[in-house]
T-cell receptor
């Protein structure tokens, strides 16, 4: 158990819908990362927050958005869902800035868009 | 940008030793990680190298050569439970104005251990 908690574990929804994935980082970690893993793409970095502020952006679609709240939990919002958005979405956390910060992953949220 | 290459698949037998190679090209290198991922589960941290040389941790060791853009993960005394995907990930040097660097993952090497 990495200490990173993600909900829901599984989610099935229809195209065009909107879902919210939730993440609680490890106790004491200030950085939260979101990754998307699909069969054909591998692990793709989406976005990173540090202490409530967006710090890095990867291949995140405009239909997707995220935020980190004052209690450091984070939410990833996926809207106007398409079949291709079906993937495993991982949240990860690390202590914070600087070198040598190991990133620990949650168990992931399986999203199936039908 | 980042370019990380590792073999797609490898097989080995129980008790054997296997070496999984990873080569990378990055605009700014700030550390290399190895993660293990069983199908449908979270990647779990195995090792971290930022300086050249070998880091040993039990049955697993990881090596880094920054000048060659090369790393390997060495797994000894293989067990059936080691069958998993092994992900090489490179941390980039932080963007200007930030002290944080993001992690770029390779596609992973699927290792199958046979009895």
């Amino acid at each position: 158990d990495s200490g990173v908690t993600q909900t829901p574990k599984h989610l099935i929804t229809a195209t065009g819908q909107r879902v919210t994935l939730r993440c609680s980082p490890r106790s004491g970690d200030l950085s939260v990362y979101w990754y998307q893993q699909s069969l054909d793409q591998g692990l793709q970095f989406l976005i990173q927050y540090y202490n409530g502020e967006e710090r890095a952006k990867g291949n995140i679609l405009e239909r997707f958005s995220a935020q980190q709240f004052p209690d450091l939990h984070s939410e990833l919002n996926l809207s106007s869902l398409e079949l291709g958005d079906s993937a495993l979405y991982f949240c990860a956390s690390s202590v914070g800035a600087g070198d040598g910060n190991t990133i620990y992953f949650g168990e992931g949220s399986w999203l199936t868009v039908v | 940008g980042q370019n990380i290459d590792q073999p797609t698949e490898m097989t080995a037998t129980e008790g054997a030793i296997v070496q999984i190679n990873c080569t990378y090209q990055t605009s700014g290198f700030n550390g290399l990680f190895w993660y293990q991922q069983h199908a449908g589960e979270a990647p779990t941290f195995l090792s971290y190298n930022v300086l050249d040389g070998l880091e040993e941790k039990g049955r697993f060791s990881s090596f880094l050569s920054r000048s060659k853009g090369y790393s390997y993960l060495l797994l000894k005394e293989l067990q059936m439970k080691d069958s998993a995907s092994y992900l090489c990930a490179v941390r980039s040097r932080a963007d200007r104005g930030s002290t944080l660097g993001r992690l770029y993952f390779g596609r992973g090497t699927q290792l199958t251990v046979w009895p």
